[in-house]
């Protein structure tokens, strides 16, 4: 493959952003990639594995030279980190994201940018429930889908150049538009994690010293609660950022529980089954 971006600068080498370097590495689509961000100890172990090849000495001056910049940090550092870095930003330079979260941010963000610097919000649906760049892989993106939520004002080859190198990332891009995709992954990604977190914290909080009911459970409790070892600070920035689409889908969860609690105290197995067989064939048909 050819090079994309002569220089890039990650901010944020964690499991998303050291998965993007070493892609980046692996297919040469960059020649040079700075690592930014707050932990200097994780950028030291990224600049050790090979991940990335510079440290840049602070996010703004990190991307003076930076033809690509990308928001690897979790979503509730975006508006300060792109207010910091805006001015440094060189003309012609794109910033992207892989944050989870589009919607009002996204137009937000754009808005920062100085003329001629373009935006392009993205947020590719990979990751794995341990966090950190030494869990980054240069397949995490094979066959993941890939979300571009570009804006009215999005620039259009700028657009195309941030499509390219998800592509080459072996991930299937889809547009989307931001507000609908903050509905859809309400529903679909941000409710799921929450559901996993809440549930692990009622049966945690049932431990009383000597009944440890967690060292009983078995595969399904671990399959379902899988994603609840995925990291706080960045869950709770997406739980906040999409509050206004969350809380709805939350409350829908919330009738769906009590449905089934209902069906249960009246003992009224003929509803139970016809909700269970419901979910089971939804879930079955999953790809």
Do not use: Q
């Given at each position: 493959m050819s090079i994309l971006f002569n220089n890039v600068t990650i901010i944020g080498v964690g499991l998303i952003g050291g998965s993007l370097a070493k892609v980046l590495k692996t297919k040469g689509l960059a020649r040079s990639i700075t690592g930014s961000g707050r932990s200097r100890a994780s950028l030291e172990q990224a600049l050790r594995m090979g991940v990335i090849d510079h440290i840049g000495q602070g996010a703004g001056y990190g991307v003076e030279d930076a033809d690509l910049v990308v928001l690897a940090s979790p979503v509730g550092s975006f508006e300060k980190i792109a207010r910091?870095?805006?001015?440094?930003?060189?003309?012609?330079?794109?910033?992207?994201?892989?944050?989870?979260?589009?919607?009002?941010?996204?137009?937000?963000?754009?808005?920062?940018?100085?003329?001629?610097?373009?935006?392009?919000?993205?947020?590719?649906?990979?990751?794995?429930?341990?966090?950190?760049?030494?869990?980054?892989?240069?397949?995490?993106?094979?066959?993941?889908?890939?979300?571009?939520?570009?804006?009215k004002n999005t620039d259009k080859t700028a657009l195309e150049k941030v499509r390219e190198l998800w592509s080459a990332t072996g991930a299937v891009v889809s547009i989307m538009d931001a507000d609908l995709h903050d509905r859809v992954f309400a529903a679909v990604s941000h409710l799921p994690?929450?559901?996993?977190?809440?549930?692990?914290?009622?049966?945690?909080?049932?431990?009383?010293?000597?009944?440890?009911?967690?060292?009983?459970?078995?595969?399904?409790?671990?399959?379902?609660?899988?994603?609840?070892?995925?990291?706080?600070?960045?869950?709770?920035?997406?739980?906040?950022?999409?509050?206004?689409?969350?809380?709805?889908?939350?409350?829908?969860?919330?009738?769906?529980?009590?449905?089934?609690?209902?069906?249960?105290?009246?003992?009224?197995?003929?509803r139970l089954e016809k909700h269970l067989q419901l979910a089971s064939d939804v879930r079955r048909g999953l790809k």
């Open positions: 910091e870095i805006a001015p440094h930003l060189k003309k012609g330079a794109v910033l992207t994201d892989v944050g989870s979260v589009k919607g009002s941010l996204a137009r937000m963000l754009e808005s920062i940018l100085l003329p001629d610097r373009h935006y392009v919000p993205a947020h590719p649906i990979a990751g794995r429930e341990k966090s950190g760049v030494a869990e980054a892989i240069d397949t995490l993106f094979d066959g993941r889908r890939c979300i571009l939520t570009p804006t994690h929450v559901a996993a977190f809440a549930m692990i914290c009622a049966i945690a909080e049932l431990n009383t010293g000597t009944d440890d009911y967690l060292d009983f459970s078995g595969a399904g409790f671990r399959d379902f609660t899988r994603i609840a070892a995925s990291s706080p600070e960045m869950w709770r920035d997406i739980c906040l950022l999409n509050r206004e689409n969350l809380i709805p889908m939350i409350d829908r969860y919330v009738f769906s529980l009590n449905r089934f609690k209902r069906e249960i105290i009246a003992g009224d197995g003929k």
